[in-house]
């Protein structure tokens, strides 16, 4: 099948390669000239395992392309995906900008029948409104528009995508949905399922999904801030109530808050989206309040611990991306524990395996960037650990020891266990735990 994808961002350079990787024509457009030319060239522009092998298979057998044309890249397309950015506007609401200027394109360039499929994750009602769009121009004949939103997750996106737990169809048409099918059946080969629904309940469920998740989360980073009251150690509460299966093991994982590109702007989006219809989402209101608090713990901690003033001291950072296996910070925790240590002037050292250029980007020389963990930890007065890398799990203590001004680690992931982390000499403050100091 010829197919189009616009916007070749996470979920759209991935949704565009697997869909090559199984034999279709699939030419990606996006407006960024200078990341169409990468692409073409043969580079990968993001950080994803196992992007690039079938990126570059997929090149090679010209089956996947890159143009910054929109008319050219979809001339042939029978489906068209937006996999666009809906960012939050400044009330949270998201905005939906991209997304209808392409559908104003799309209405001066579309003549044969064609599926506009929503791949960006976008607030009910938004699949009418492009729908509005391109029939303000042409023939409603001419086009269905499908909800089909993305589950995938990133540092997981190629696996989650070739392998999904279940496909969100939002759609009343036949013709469209047959065509969906066709194109979604060989990444259901193992009896996960492709559900068909109304678009409206398809919106719903992303954010849904995204919400329910962003709240598992935080329900568990206040159940561990009051485990560190109550002397109570939340990796066994957690343990204990995930094998319960109606609560389930994963996603209950307490940290120092969840951010990305995601959670943080969907759930504010379906709380505006009450608003919008006169429901106050009340959990999830908490859940934002919760989060932003918890983004901070580590810093605070750190200053409880250290004093108010760091003008003298130098913090080591391990890891810098919003979660590991990506080189994306976008609402990472890192960024808001940077800039609460830049505002008290302390001295920081940090190291990420992938997310380093990004946050060059952003703080300039303000961060000390260094080639890998252990220079990350040379004369600190302290570490903080805030991406969970595997790299950073079973370092040589011993020789963090001897590079350490003072043995001290604020650990925001649980990496290590307390007690061995007290014989090991250090003082060692978790999420949710017993503070040990083995000093
Ligand atoms: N990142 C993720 O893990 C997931 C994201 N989503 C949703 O998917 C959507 C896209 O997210 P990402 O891929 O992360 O965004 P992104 O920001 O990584 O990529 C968006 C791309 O669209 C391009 N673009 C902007 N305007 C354009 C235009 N007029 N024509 C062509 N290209 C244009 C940009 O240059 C950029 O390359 C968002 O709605 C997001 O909420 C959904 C599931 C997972
Ligand atoms: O809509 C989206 O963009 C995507 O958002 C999330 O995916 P992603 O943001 O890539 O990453 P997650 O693995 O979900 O992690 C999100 C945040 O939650 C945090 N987290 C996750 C799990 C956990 O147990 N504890 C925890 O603190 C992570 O550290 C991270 O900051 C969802 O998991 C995907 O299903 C969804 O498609």
């Not at 298979?57 to 996999?83: C, Y």
């Not at 590991?324 to 920081?348: C, F, K, M, V």
Request: net charge negative; hydrophobic share 40%.
């Amino acid at each position: 099948m010829n197919i189009a994808v616009v916007g070749t961002g996470y979920v759209g350079l991935v949704t565009g390669t697997c869909f090559a990787e199984t034999g279709n024509e699939v030419v990606c457009i996006d407006v960024d000239a200078d990341k169409v030319q990468r692409m073409q060239q043969g580079e990968v522009p993001i950080y994803e395992p196992g992007l690039k092998t079938l990126f570059d298979r997929n090149t090679r057998q010209n089956r996947l392309q890159f143009t910054t044309s929109l008319e050219e890249g979809i001339k042939d397309a029978e489906v068209i995906f937006l996999a666009l950015p809906t960012p939050p506007n400044g009330d949270g609401s998201a905005d939906l900008s991209y997304i209808l200027k392409v559908a104003a394109q799309l209405a001066d360039l579309i003549t044969d029948y064609t599926v506009i499929v929503d791949k960006s994750t976008v607030p009910v009602g938004t699949a009418d409104q492009v729908h509005d769009t391109l029939a303000s121009k042409i023939s409603p004949e001419l086009f269905d528009v499908v909800s089909n939103p993305e589950f995938l997750r990133e540092g997981v996106a190629v696996d989650d995508f070739l392998k999904p737990e279940r496909v969100i169809i939002g759609t009343e048409s036949q013709r469209a949905r047959n065509i969906m099918e066709r194109l979604y059946k060989p990444f259901v080969r193992q009896g996960n399922p492709i559900y068909f629904m109304d678009v409206r309940s398809a919106e719903m469920t992303k954010y849904a999904a995204n919400s329910f998740l962003a709240t598992k989360i935080t329900f568990m980073n206040d159940i561990a801030n009051l485990c560190e009251r109550v002397g109570a150690n939340v990796d066994q509460v957690r343990i204990g109530i995930g094998s319960d299966s109606r609560i389930g093991k994963r996603f209950l994982f307490p940290g120092v808050g969840y951010g990305g590109s995601c959670f943080p702007k969907d759930v504010e989006a379906l709380v505006r989206t009450g608003q919008d219809y006169d429901y106050d989402l009340r959990i999830l209101q908490s859940v934002i309040e919760v989060n932003n608090r918890q983004k901070r713990i580590l810093a605070d901690k750190l200053v409880q611990y250290l004093g108010e003033d760091l003008c003298n001291k130098t913090i080591g950072i391990w890891g810098l991306a919003f979660k590991p296996n990506t080189d994306d910070i976008r609402e990472a925790p890192a960024l808001y524990i940077i800039q609460e240590l830049l505002d008290r002037h302390a001295t920081i050292k940090a190291y990420d395996p992938e997310a380093m250029e990004n946050i060059r980007t952003r703080f300039g020389d303000q961060v000390h960037l260094v080639s890998d963990a252990y220079e990350a930890v040379i004369d600190v007065d302290a570490l903080l650990i805030i991406t969970e890398w595997s790299v950073f799990r079973t370092p040589n203590f011993e020789v963090m020891k001897s590079l350490m001004k003072q043995p001290i680690i604020f650990d925001g992931r649980n990496l290590y266990e307390t007690d061995y982390m007290a014989k090991k000499g250090f003082y060692y403050e978790s999420i949710g735990r017993e503070v040990v100091d083995g000093g």
